[in-house]
């Protein structure tokens, strides 16, 4: 039998759940500090009784989640870094607890949360990184269930940097790209997730996602994002000779910034034929990396 002040934990944790799924208020928005000041409030309170902060912690709602589950499952998580801080200090075993669809908190928190909390979590269950839910997904598969929402590059970045291995595996890879395609067609306008339908999509479609590849791999690419580029390359086809408005491809980008050669190694092993591709101003890759490249003298002459 649970006792009413090991339960306290949990019903603080659903209200402040319900509050940060409604549509945000200015009244909305007090009720969920005051919400988030609770939490805080009864983990310091309990801090010493561990039998009660053991049972409320630990506490499993009817899908199998505890309320670490809970706070971290919501839009645009709003919830101070301090109370999961607090509550992975105090209780780090929560940290492994899998729902009955084996979701861990980090699961939820690659979908929703910031990066500080997704590193706590890491932090707190470093084999968490490995961890399959029953649809076969990482935490790292969580941050491309965005559908409309703009994909969260840095935390996605911290989940390959801390686990590498994860997109060596031909099964991760083939529904990492399944949720990358879903995305962009999402944020084209196009929610059908019913690959047979694509032949009705028009050009202004292509277009539309052409153009939003390009952006978000130049974002990768400048931001030195190198084994996210890399699961880019394998999930957007032809990305690497994807030109923007300038007509610089992504090669052009990490020549220009003289990034890290992993950068470049990617890119070149992808498409080694952008590697002659001429910017606006009729530039390759290559002559970017040089300081004070020009196109030719006045005999010609490459830099």
Same mark, same amino acid.
């Given at each position: 039998?649970?006792?009413?002040?090991?339960?306290?934990?949990?019903?603080?944790?659903?209200?402040?759940?319900?509050?940060?799924?409604?549509?945000?208020?200015?009244?909305?928005?007090?009720?969920?500090?005051?919400?988030?000041?609770?939490?805080?409030?009864?983990?310091?309170?309990?801090?010493?009784?561990?039998?009660?902060?053991?049972?409320?912690?630990?506490?499993?709602?009817?899908?199998?989640?505890?309320?670490?589950?809970?706070?971290? /499952?919501?839009?645009?998580?709003?919830?101070?870094?301090?109370?999961?801080?607090?509550?992975?200090?105090?209780?780090?075993?929560?940290?492994?607890?899998?729902?009955?669809?084996?979701?861990?908190?980090?699961?939820?928190?690659?979908?929703?949360?910031?990066?500080?909390?997704?590193?706590?979590?890491?932090?707190?269950?470093?084999?968490?990184?490995?961890?399959?839910?029953?649809?076969?997904?990482?935490?790292?598969?969580?941050?491309?269930?965005?559908? /409309?929402?703009?994909?969260?590059?840095?935390?996605?970045?911290?989940?390959?940097?801390?686990?590498?291995?994860?997109?060596?595996?031909?099964?991760?890879?083939?529904?990492?790209?399944?949720?990358?395609?879903?995305?962009?067609?999402?944020?084209?306008?196009?929610?059908?997730?019913?690959?047979?339908?694509?032949?009705?999509?028009?050009?202004?479609?292509?277009?539309?996602? /052409?153009?939003?590849?390009?952006?978000?791999?130049?974002?990768?690419?400048?931001?030195?994002?190198?084994?996210?580029?890399?699961?880019?390359?394998?999930?957007?086809?032809?990305?690497?000779?994807?030109?923007?408005?300038?007509?610089?491809?992504?090669?052009?980008?990490?020549?220009?910034?003289?990034?890290?050669?992993?950068?470049?190694?990617?890119?070149?092993?992808?498409?080694?034929?952008?590697?002659?591709?001429?910017?606006?101003?009729?530039?390759?890759?290559?002559?970017?990396?040089?300081?004070?490249?020009?196109?030719?003298?006045?005999?010609?002459?490459?830099?």
């Amino acid at each position: 039998m649970i006792r009413g002040k090991e339960r306290e934990l949990y019903d603080l944790c659903v209200r402040y759940k319900r509050l940060a799924c409604c549509d945000t208020t200015e009244e909305n928005s007090d009720e969920m500090v005051t919400a988030t000041k609770n939490i805080q409030r009864w983990l310091n309170h309990h801090e010493n009784e561990a039998v009660c902060l053991n049972g409320a912690t630990s506490y499993l709602n009817r899908f199998g989640e505890t309320g670490l589950h809970d706070i971290i /499952q919501v839009p645009e998580l709003s919830l101070s870094i301090e109370v999961v801080l607090t509550w992975l200090k105090l209780a780090p075993e929560t940290a492994r607890v899998k729902s009955d669809a084996d979701w861990l908190p980090l699961h939820g928190a690659c979908y929703e949360a910031p990066l500080n909390t997704v590193m706590a979590l890491v932090e707190a269950y470093p084999n968490g990184l490995k961890e399959k839910t029953v649809n076969g997904e990482q935490p790292f598969h969580c941050v491309l269930h965005q559908r /409309q929402r703009p994909l969260k590059l840095d935390v996605l970045n911290f989940l390959l940097e801390a686990y590498p291995e994860s997109i060596h595996d031909a099964d991760n890879l083939e529904l990492a790209t399944y949720f990358l395609n879903r995305w962009i067609r999402s944020t084209c306008g196009y929610e059908s997730d019913d690959d047979d339908e694509e032949d009705s999509v028009d050009c202004d479609f292509y277009n539309s996602a /052409q153009k939003r590849i390009t952006l978000l791999m130049r974002e990768v690419v400048i931001g030195g994002m190198h084994l996210v580029a890399k699961l880019f390359v394998i999930a957007f086809k032809g990305c690497c000779s994807m030109l923007d408005e300038i007509g610089m491809a992504p090669l052009h980008y990490a020549c220009l910034i003289i990034g890290s050669i992993d950068m470049v190694v990617v890119l070149l092993d992808a498409a080694p034929e952008s590697a002659t591709i001429l910017d606006k101003w009729g530039r390759t890759p290559l002559q970017l990396s040089m300081p004070f490249a020009k196109l030719k003298d006045e005999n010609g002459m490459l830099p």
